[in-house]
């Protein structure tokens, strides 16, 4: 069966430091990957996806993710937080039929 | 270009009333998915609907749920006879085309409270 693993629950990071959120999934065939942002009350934004060809894929906000099939997983990345980034984060899966599996999110805070 | 739109953006009901969600694809979109965001939870599949089909409803609870995507008019989440357990945020998404590589461009979400 298809899931989607984002093992931390809440991660704190300062202003300025390097930020990494784990994303393992479990799906049989070639997967379709994706990283979702949600600020409070709002609802999804896009960050990145990768579908083929190079591992690393660049998004949106300065934010970058890398496939590794060897791990099964899609890490994202972002050099130097900015306090606006805090927000949940979100790994999906797209699977054959449309659906998207979604991990349990992130939430990520950033002191100052 | 206006995004998907969801109404109301706030609901409250009353145990035993019924809850009417509705969603307004993206221009140009005609693939419609509902997803239920529980408290502390990720968002979890509900349904998948194109024009006057429903494609996939494996995610959603076969009791009380429905959904409808009209020729004409947004998505129709229905939530009959709305129990505590209900209450959470209801997100609806849309694509251009049925693919699974294909980005859902999602709404801002309705929060449902049950009373």
């Known amino acids: 069966a298809q899931s989607v693993t984002q093992p931390d629950i809440h991660i704190t990071v300062s202003e300025g430091a390097s930020l990494e959120l784990r994303c393992n999934y479990s799906?049989?065939?070639?997967?379709?990957l994706f990283w979702y942002v949600q600020s409070p009350g709002q609802g999804l934004q896009l960050l990145l996806k990768?579908?083929?060809?190079?591992?690393l894929v660049q998004g949106i906000k300065g934010f970058e993710a890398e496939f590794k099939r060897s791990q099964s997983s899609f890490n994202l990345r972002k050099p130097s937080v900015h306090w606006s980034d805090a927000a949940e984060y979100f790994c999906?899966?797209?699977?054959?039929?449309?659906?998207?599996?979604f991990g349990t999110g992130t939430s990520l805070t950033v002191i100052p | 270009n206006a995004g998907v739109m969801q109404n109301p953006r706030h609901l409250v009901r009353r145990r035993g009333q019924e809850a009417r969600l509705r969603c307004s694809p993206m221009?140009?979109?005609?693939?419609v998915y509902w997803y239920r965001q529980l408290p502390e939870e990720g968002l979890k599949f509900m349904v998948y609907?194109?024009?006057?089909?429903?494609?996939?409803e494996s995610g959603m609870p076969k009791e009380r749920f429905s959904a409808e995507f009209p020729k004409e008019g947004p998505s129709i989440l229905r939530i009959q006879q709305v129990v505590r357990g209900d209450s959470a945020a209801y997100f609806c998404?849309?694509?251009?085309?049925?693919?699974?590589?294909?980005?859902?461009?999602f709404g801002p979400g309705t929060r449902l409270t049950v009373l």
């Open positions: 998404a849309s694509s251009p085309v049925s693919s699974s590589y294909n980005e859902q461009f």
């Open positions: 799906y049989g065939a070639t997967p379709y």
């Open positions: 990768y579908f083929s060809g190079d591992t």
């Open positions: 999906a899966v797209g699977v054959t039929g449309n659906q998207f599996y």
């Open positions: 221009k140009g979109h005609s693939h």
């Open positions: 609907l194109q024009k006057e089909n429903i494609i996939d």
